[in-house]
């Protein structure tokens, strides 16, 4: 560990433990609950950054945002009560995304505990395992001397097993407890070594047991996504699918797990899956699933690979022992991480001959298929999605946006746009390019791209609607005032979509509650110190591009879209005439 002066207060030695633990950025909403550590942060200024947030929603994405990036835990720290409920929507998401994250919570002191002092919580009760959706772990520290036991033992059962959200009590007494001057001893405790994922690996015998398997599918397919991917786990798999010709798909918004430009890519199983590749995995005869839980956007309603039991053959490698035949009753269920499961298959000798290239090259020519737009005919006719031709701008930033560029979305129709048109470069190729939140949660995306920012430098880009910009736009403030540039590029078609597409598909021309009324984006983008350009022509869009991507500073894209191009397959009349057919 590089040397530190030492610690006067339990705050500083927190701070410590975090750059021991390799943390270069912590993010958070300041609060009198933990006035100490934001005191380790100015002590240790030169090591760790504290990047201020406008809201700990916002906060709290950005470090499950940094823990998708890094593979270790991102870390947010907010005051107790308000503070905490307002980071939940962070933690949610890591649970769902099985994101590693340590979030740090200010609490009232010990000698008011339990009197429902002022903003108290039973945090527990709240975030606990038992609520199973938010955090793996709940702790609370009342001894200062056991500062440095309770974090390593937070970054490691954030990292191991199956990756998630851990949720740390800091007591305000116990923060600002002295610390005993003096070498490490039990009165004067120091930082402990950095922790390291612990993987499980697979057997020789389970590995013969998958590889006959395997040679007695006909039609085998591999859906790969989850976290704790590295650069060479995701090429281990590539060298894998392509000695033993197997077409891949990668698990929903997980799209950079296998290099779509691969020629065994399939495409990905989410929303809006391409109608081929769906019949294709129902006609599958065997699914290896690598790392993804196969939930219930991924299995599309649980009916692509149904639950309990599939009708396909399911080989399910997981690295949480918990998750394994939980949902889905596999035929060969394997503990493992990803470093090792995909070492261990890219080791596997393939067949002489394999009964399925046809198989494989037929899946890939379905993907490719689908990348040409489909015509909506309720669209005006001299373009096929409207005023502006979201498919010609997606190939737009496909031409322009580096191959390390970083992709990021919140939640929202917008979002298929990018997921069914844009060519994600896989972790194979040395970086992880798409941020987004399987949990569906709006207001992600603004913020996990200014973290991106911040923590690589790299480019970054992100489409937002305009429902999902307001959820989370105030961190363009954070983005300015740490230097982060980012593209922003927010489609506004006065509503919620998504919700109007289901209100029209249950509830035709009864639309309530999805009318937005907006204000002028460009003029709130200059307000926080971003470039603000409004445009509602497709060939407007490229040259605003370029501009953008050498500019120092960061831009908003407003693009005004016809609230008819709903989706990527169907206008939103499309979806109110067959509703009224089916006569609802």
């Given at each position: ?13 927190l ?14 909403v ?14 240790y ?13 916002g906060?709290?994405?950005m ?6 990036l890094?593979?270790r835990p ?7 009560g ?7 929507i ?5 649970y769902?995304?099985?994101t590693p ?8 002191a010990?000698?008011?505990?339990d ?6 919580l039973?945090?527990?009760s ?24 309770y974090?390593a ?12 959200p ?7 007494d116990?923060?600002?407890?002295v610390m ?11 930082a402990?070594?950095?922790v ?5 690996e ?20 591999v859906?790969?996504?989850g ?15 392509q000695?033993w010709?197997?077409?891949?798909c ?7 797990t296998?290099?779509n430009?691969h020629?065994n890519?399939?495409g990905d ?14 006609r ?5 699933a ?10 599309a ?23 394994l035949?939980r ?8 503990q493992s ?20 290239p046809d198989?494989?090259a ?21 373009t096929?999605h409207g005023?502006v ?13 580096p191959?390390d560029?970083?992709?990021?979305n919140?939640?929202?129709?917008f ?10 470069h ?21 913020p ?15 489409i937002t609607?305009d429902g999902?910009?307001?959820m ?5 403030a954070?983005?300015?005032?740490h ?8 489609l506004?078609n ?12 249950e ?7 999805t009318a ?20 509602d022509?497709?060939?407007q869009?490229?040259?605003e591009?370029?501009?953008a ?10 693009l ?6 709903i ?7 499309d ?10």
């Open positions: 560990m590089t040397h530190l002066p030492p610690p006067q207060i339990a705050g500083h030695l701070v410590q433990c975090l750059i021991a633990q390799g943390v270069t950025h912590a993010f958070g300041p609060g009198e609950s933990f006035l100490a550590v934001l005191d380790g942060f100015h002590q200024r030169d090591h760790i950054t504290f990047v201020a947030n406008r809201q700990e929603g906060a709290a994405f470090a499950e945002a940094q823990g998708k890094t593979r991102g870390v947010c720290f907010v005051t107790r308000p503070g905490a409920t307002n980071a939940s962070g933690v949610h998401t890591a769902q995304d099985s994250m340590v979030l740090f919570v200010g609490d009232v010990s000698d008011t505990r009197r429902e002092a002022f903003q108290e039973n945090y527990l709240f975030f606990g395992p038992s609520t199973q959706g938010m955090a793996k772990r709940v702790e609370r520290i009342d001894d200062a001397r056991r500062i440095p036991e974090v033992r937070a970054f490691a059962t954030a990292m191991n097993g199956r990756p998630g851990v949720v740390v009590v800091l007591p305000e116990m923060l600002n407890q005993p001057p003096g070498i490490a001893s039990v009165t004067a405790p120091m402990l070594p950095r390291a994922r612990v993987e499980a697979i057997g020789i015998q389970p590995i013969s047991q998958l590889r006959e398997m395997l040679l007695k599918a006909k039609r085998p397919m859906i790969a996504g976290s704790g991917w590295t650069e060479q786990a995701a090429a281990d798999l590539q060298g894998f699918a000695r010709q197997l077409p891949v990668n698990a929903f918004r997980f799209q950079d296998f290099d430009h020629p890519y399939a199983v989410g929303l809006g899956i391409n109608p081929t590749l769906a019949a294709r995995i129902k599958s005869d065997l699914i290896l690598l790392g993804c839980r196969l939930g219930e956007i991924t299995s309603g649980y009916s692509l690979i149904e639950s309990p039991r599939p009708r396909q053959t399911l080989v399910h490698i997981h690295p949480g022992a918990d998750e035949n949902v889905f009753q596999a035929d060969l269920a394997l991480g990803m470093s090792a499961a995909a070492a261990a298959l890219q080791q596997m000798a393939p067949p002489e001959s394999a009964c399925w198989w494989a037929q899946a890939q020519a379905d993907y490719l298929a689908n990348l040409r737009p489909t015509a909506i005919a309720a669209l005006p006719a001299d096929e005023i031709n979201m498919p010609q701008i997606i190939a737009t930033l496909q031409q322009h946006l191959v560029a970083v992709l990021t919140g939640a929202g129709n979002a298929s746009w990018l997921h069914r048109f844009y060519r994600y896989g972790l194979a190729k040395g970086h992880k390019t798409q941020l987004a939140p399987t949990n569906g949660a709006m207001g992600y995306g603004v996990a791209g200014i973290a991106a920012a911040i923590t690589t430098g790299r480019t970054v880009f992100t609607g999902d910009f307001l989370n736009g105030q961190e363009l954070t983005a300015v005032q230097g982060a540039k980012t593209i922003i590029l927010l506004n006065g509503m919620y979509g998504t919700i109007r597409m289901h209100q029209e598909r509830f035709p021309q009864r639309a309530s509650g937005l009324h907006n204000p002028d984006f460009c003029a709130l983008a200059q307000a926080y110190g971003f470039v603000g350009v409004r445009i022509r497709t060939e869009f490229e040259p591009l370029l501009a991507l050498v500019r120092t500073k960061g831009t908003l894209i407003e005004m879209q016809d609230p008819q191009a989706t990527t397959r169907g206008s939103l009349n979806i109110t005439q067959a509703a009224l057919q089916r006569g609802l």
